[in-house]
């Protein structure tokens, strides 16, 4: 982030310097041409037979001097852009590693299996961003099997989220009513918020659609009265209002253009849950992290560098340093050896004890005596080979 903000910095300077010579040079620029206007219409003006007289040739050569020097300058100026401009490069190459080679595996996308699958994640990404056109032609041209099974829901899902963008709750509506069993089960309270929305668009309308508002809330509020009564007691609190608007009651957050922008994504949550897919793409997810792990790793790697430790860290199967990703970053549980105080790996895995104590591989070595090994947490004597191996 320091760096985006030190080339921006550059930027800037940029951008108020060359407005700086632009404001300047329109303004010079427009004296020299009414200047150059005035004295052509005083020749025009003059006899066809006149003759300069010294004063008006002194005059001219004033404007041809006056001429030659804005050039001049608005050339050095140009100049002195360039340098500006110039040292934007320069700071995005001291700000910005090119070279990623040391922070990726040459392995990875080798092979016909493995860019078939990349393919695969791409054109799917696109499925879920709506670019059906786009996603077809990649299937097309990779040689994916094109099923209908992989862009129905997202097709669908996404017309869905197309209408409630414009306020249309319509396709919502139906896609909740129909899906209402598995919506519950997964206690989703999306079928309410957007019958909320809608009971808020009557109501919003005035006392004109009053009795409208009031056939809608009998007819579909009832059953959400035990999970939301506060919520539709508050709606009903707007009938009041109705004579002078609720923009000007107790109820004018009911108007709030972000309740929008919640109902989209608690819609694309639910609807991903029920249907068993992420939230996010897999490739925006892996795309994002990535950039969050970038910049620890290039760190890391001029460090060893400078070092002259390169050698560590050669085989690439595991990163060097821990990075956060945050919480939405985390999709598998981490255990963490209380004894040796080491995240447990493949070749050092978590066991559980007869005792029901966890602890990694290598401390359950480290800590047994021939056929015996007493708890660290517990007093129970146990038989090491007694040990299970645990799976998260």
Known sequence: MEACNTVEREVDKVL?????????ASRVLLDIINHIFNLKKELEDAPTDHELTPGQIHILKQAINKVRETVQLLATDHRELHSTVSKVGKAIDRNFVADFASTSREDVFSGPEKVQLLNQVICQHFYRQGMLDIAEELAKE???KAEEGNKEPFSELNKILDCLKVQDLGPALEWACAHRESLLAQNSSLEFKLHRL?????VRDGPSRQA???????????????????EIQSLMGTLLYLPQGIKQSPYNHLLDPNLWV???DVFTRDACTLLGLSVDSPLSVCINSGCTALPALLNIKQVMQQRQVTGIWNGKDELPIEIDLGAEGRYHSVFACPILRQQCSESNPPVRLVCGHVISRDALNKLSSGNKLKCPYCPVEQNPADARHVYF
Request: aromatic share 12%; hydrophobic share 40%.
């Open 262 to 264: 919640e109902i989209c």
């Open 198 to 202: 809608q009971f808020v668009g009557l």
């Open 212 to 230: 409208e508002a009031v056939q809608y809330a009998r007819t579909h509020f009832p059953q959400f009265v035990q999970r939301h009564d506060k």
């Open 16 to 24: 108020l310097k060359f407005g700086a010579i632009s404001d300047h």
């Open 142 to 144: 990779a040689g994916l």
